[in-house]
């Protein structure tokens, strides 16, 4: 899209999110969650079959170098010098033979191109080395879009005494949504750190992270997200 294009699909959606916040407003949506005491940060995703060009995963190149990267670099920072926990989710496939009856796919493939992501191939589902995992941080296979659908994920953060998730990464639209959707309902404060969530379609970020805002978290800045994770620190660090 050219900056033209840009600009006119800004202004189309704000236009939307003039006239949407009026209904919800009415109608008691936008509440705010506000955030816990002890919180974790869980990465969806930014692996480099999605933040590295070439892939059918890939998403807005422009976004992840200059914004996601950048973004997660400071919560990543913020986490490990307060004892924060952080765990990074990524997605691969076993068996990704598309005819294969026990297939670990399950039907998803039917509607995207899962079988890129093969797990023999490991730098492609490995975590972007930019914000690489450091030792005592978890790194978490799933094989559906929600980081809570088949996993230990929840029983990890209960066990760490965790009640705030800051939920960073792509796609806004799938794998990012659902695991925000989920955590609420798994009784975990959600927020979504707007500068660390991307995707690959114009216009999805904006639409998705308003649409989350008014129903399943409290979408803030990453500073904001800097700062709380700073004030928080004390009691995680004593715990």
């Given at each position: 899209m050219t900056d033209i294009d840009h600009r006119e699909l800004d202004r189309m959606l704000q236009a939307a999110f003039d006239a949407s916040t009026k209904i919800y407003q009415q109608r008691g949506f936008q509440r705010r969650i506000g955030f816990g005491s002890r919180p974790a940060l869980v990465s969806i995703d930014l692996a480099n079959a999605w933040t590295r060009p070439g892939n059918p995963?890939?998403?807005?190149?422009?976004k992840m170098d200059n914004e996601i990267i950048p973004g997660m670099q400071k919560l990543l920072a913020a986490c490990r010098r307060n004892?924060?926990?952080?765990?990074h989710v990524t997605t691969a496939y076993e068996i990704t033979d598309r005819n294969a009856p026990l297939t670990d796919m399950g039907m998803w493939h039917n509607k995207i191109p899962v079988e890129a992501v093969n797990l023999k191939d490991t730098e492609l589902w490995a975590i972007d080395s930019r914000i690489a995992p450091v030792p005592g941080e978890h790194v978490l296979l799933k094989k559906?879009?929600?980081?809570?659908?088949?996993?230990?994920l929840a029983g990890i953060l209960r066990t760490a005494g965790v009640d705030t998730v800051l939920v960073t990464g792509v796609t806004a639209t799938a794998c990012v949504r659902t695991t925000i959707c989920d955590g609420l309902g798994e009784g975990f404060r959600t927020i979504a750190p707007r500068e660390c969530v991307g995707d690959r379609v114009p216009g999805a970020v904006a639409w998705n992270l308003y649409d989350i805002d008014?129903?399943?978290a409290d979408v803030e800045s990453v500073d904001t997200c800097v700062a709380y994770l700073d004030r928080a620190g004390g009691k995680a660090a004593a715990a």
């Open positions: 995963f890939t998403c807005d190149q422009e004892g924060h926990p952080v765990i559906r879009a929600s980081a809570f659908h088949g996993t230990p008014a129903k399943f």
